[in-house]
């Protein structure tokens, strides 16, 4: 689908406590926690400066709006000819005599002409995608309620059944019952106000699971970062969990973080993603945190003001009922990242099934080998320190964890970080296990539930987690993987800063293809016995 142009903006007066100012109001703020789309605002450039990186982040930006897109506009599609089937069958069917179907068929579809109504159905999906289009029924105005787009729906689908309706009657044709018409048009309102109304909910309730949202700082405290701190928290759909606030006042308020600034121990401490600014007045402290912001690979948001040149052509876009200004943004590779997930649940189903027999005939072998369970869950660190319960094959005995402390003095590993070449805790049949890395199948569950993907740091237990210094917190950017860089070029090195420097290098370089030349260098890896 086209992107919509908007000829113009709207304009509102905006004050910001040190005097009034004009600012333009923008119709959408795209978010991370789904693919951006395409709207008439120009959109955010990156902060490098580069005009190569500028241009780059602006076509993949455009690409993955495109795409959500043509997605909901196939969604329509084939909603709009299914309901078209069902409509011309609710009228017709009931003419084919029981007893001989085949020739009542054939009586019928002579008497009634499929391709006129084929014809006629091509005309009417064309109509709904133009008046969808044009009710912005292919992007998600965050600040646009169901109960709007519901009524959208129910305009466009009306508009295009009218004008269609119009066609059939100027043309003369009488073969097309009123009866199809009208019917397609109640099923057509229904369908495409339901699958909306169906997506909104899915997305409303992963924000509230924490999924896929950008977690969120103010800085400022006052009335307008407190304004603001109860749109995020009542308004799920804009895509934010909210944090806290940094100020050097206001110390009674109990989700106070810190003082501004602690800014950079609290990004990393909360993995923040966005930090708003709500006291656009004090110049030198904007600049200071955009500053900080682009260090840190954050969005940094400000209540606008134009800032000695610091904001000039950066797009205008809206929080709720504020509108800001993002003098800073890290691209995020939508697309990439949608075909990294896809990508993770076929090859994921794929491996289950077809390994299905030989993880059976491994669990029978875990069983007779050594008392205890077959799968050993534990807790471990995911993306952005959630909590989640990652399952290997157990290869230690099934105390081995009230073993573990007793043992640390024997650790050969550097930081935050337990491994033992011949611990007297793994089993007979472990040792061989952990040599060939099928201890690690039965994270393919993981994988498909979404707390791991194929390829990604290795997800660490909660003790080792609590030992991590501030700049460790960096490797849970992403999604843990079953392997990764570290594992496929030094995974006998004891030192954690390499297992570091290697997940980091992964997390600044990700992109698809890097991924597919891991997994690559992972088979000969399992095969030549490197685990331990």
């Not at 709009?80 to 068929?105: L, T």
């Not at 998600?140 to 109960?147: K, L």
């Not at 700049?471 to 390499?498: C, M, N, Y």
Request: positive net charge; aromatic residues 10%; contains cysteine.
């Amino acid at each position: 689908m086209a992107s919509k142009v908007h000829n113009g903006w709207n304009w509102m007066p905006f004050s910001n406590g040190s005097g009034a100012g004009i600012a333009p109001a923008p119709a959408f703020e795209p978010d991370a926690f789904s693919a951006p789309e395409v709207t008439g605002v120009p959109w955010p450039e990156p902060c490098p400066q580069n005009g190569q990186d500028r241009q780059t982040a602006h076509r993949a930006r455009y690409l993955s709006g495109l795409t959500v897109q043509v997605a909901y506009a196939l969604i329509d599609i084939l909603c709009v000819c299914a309901n078209g089937v069902v409509a011309y069958f609710f009228r017709y069917a009931p003419a084919v005599p029981r007893g001989d179907f085949f020739s009542g068929y054939s009586r019928f579809a002579v008497d009634q002409p499929l391709l006129h109504y084929a014809a006629f159905l091509f005309l009417y999906v064309a109509l709904i995608l133009l008046f969808c289009q044009w009710q912005d029924l292919y992007t998600t105005p965050r600040t646009r309620s169901s109960q709007a787009e519901s009524m959208a729906v129910l305009k466009a689908v009306s508009l295009a059944t009218l004008l269609l309706a119009s066609f059939i009657y100027l043309s003369g044709v009488k073969i097309v019952s009123r009866i199809v018409v009208v019917t397609s048009l109640v099923l057509n309102v229904m369908a495409l106000a339901t699958w909306r109304y169906a997506k909104r909910r899915i997305v409303i309730r992963r924000v509230e699971r924490g999924i896929g949202a950008r977690n969120a700082v103010i800085v400022g405290a006052g009335r307008v970062g407190q304004a603001l701190a109860r749109q995020l928290e009542q308004h799920k759909l804009l895509g934010y969990c909210f944090k806290g606030f940094l100020d050097g006042n206001h110390s009674g308020d109990p989700r106070l973080l810190g003082k501004i600034e602690d800014l950079s121990k609290i990004v990393r401490a909360e993995f923040i993603d966005v930090v708003f600014i709500t006291i656009p007045s004090e110049r030198a402290l904007v600049k200071s945190i955009a500053l900080q912001g682009r260090e840190h690979h954050l969005a940094v948001k400000v209540i606008p003001d134009l800032y000695d040149g610091l904001a000039w052509n950066v797009p205008l876009r809206r929080i709720g009922d504020f509108p800001v200004m993002e003098v800073c943004w890290r691209p995020i590779p939508t697309l990439g990242l949608f075909l990294k997930r896809v990508f993770d649940i076929l090859f994921s189903s794929l491996a289950l099934i077809f390994l299905s027999p030989f993880l059976a005939a491994l669990a029978l072998w875990i069983k007779l080998d050594s008392p205890g369970p077959v799968l050993y869950c534990s807790k471990r660190v995911g993306k952005k320190g959630r909590v989640f319960t990652c399952c290997k094959f157990r290869t230690m005995v099934p105390d081995a964890d009230d073993l573990k402390d007793s043992l640390r003095h024997l650790n050969e590993r550097e930081g935050p970080f337990f491994k033992i070449s011949d611990d007297p805790r793994v089993t007979r049949l472990g040792k061989f296990l952990r040599k060939y890395s099928l201890d690690e199948l039965p994270q393919f569950l993981n994988v498909l539930k979404g707390d791991m993907s194929l390829v990604g740091p290795r997800p660490h237990p909660l003790d080792d987690y609590s030992q991590y210094d501030l700049d460790h917190l960096r490797r849970l950017e992403v999604k843990p993987g079953i392997t990764g860089l570290w594992q496929v070029t030094a995974r006998q090195d004891p030192s954690f800063d390499t297992n570091m420097r290697l997940d980091l290098e992964y997390i600044d370089r990700w992109n698809f293809s890097l991924d597919l030349k891991i997994l690559l260098m992972t088979v000969p890896a399992v095969f030549t016995g490197m685990g331990q």
